[in-house]
C-alpha cells in the first residue's frame, strides 16, 4: 500500500504564491507517475499537473506557466509551486500517484489519493 501526505495549503491573496508537497510512504519503488488534481466546490476534481519518475511532466492549460511541478525521487516527494494565482485556484488540492507508466489527466487512471489540502485565494 502506499500513503500520500499533502502540505502547504493556505489562504493567499491574488498574486500570490504558495507550494503544496506531498510525501510518499509504503510500497514507493512501486509508483511511476505522481501527480495533482483540484476540486473546487460544485465541480469535478480537475487535472493539475504530474510528473514522472524520468521527469516527464504534464499541466493543464489553465496553470502553464504559473505552477511547476517537481520531484525528489530521494525523499520520495513531489512538490507543485504555485505562482501568480488566482481566485479561480482556490480549490482542494490532491496528490496522486500512479503505478503504470505516463502523465495521464483521468482521475481514474491513478491509483493512490491523498487526503486533500484547501487552498484558498482571496480577491
Known amino acids: 500500500q502506499v500513503q500520500l501526505v499533502e502540505n502547504g495549503g493556505g489562504l493567499v491573496q491574488t498574486g500570490g504564491s504558495l507550494r503544496l508537497s506531498c510525501a510518499s510512504r509504503?510500497?514507493?519503488?512501486?509508483?511511476?507517475?505522481m501527480g495533482w488534481f483540484r476540486q473546487a466546490p460544485g465541480k469535478q476534481r480537475e487535472f493539475v499537473a504530474a510528473?514522472?519518475?524520468?521527469?516527464?511532466?504534464n499541466y493543464a492549460d489553465s496553470v502553464k506557466g504559473r505552477f511547476t511541478i517537481s520531484r525528489d525521487n530521494a525523499k520520495n516527494t513531489v512538490y507543485l509551486q504555485m505562482n501568480s494565482l488566482k481566485p479561480e485556484d482556490t480549490a482542494v488540492y490532491y496528490c496522486t500517484a500512479r503505478l503504470r507508466v505516463g502523465v495521464a489527466v483521468e482521475s481514474q487512471a491513478y491509483d493512490y489519493w491523498g487526503q486533500g489540502t484547501q487552498v484558498t485565494v482571496s480577491s
Open positions: 509504503g510500497i514507493i519503488f512501486s509508483i511511476n507517475t
Open positions: 510528473i514522472t519518475s524520468g521527469g516527464s511532466t
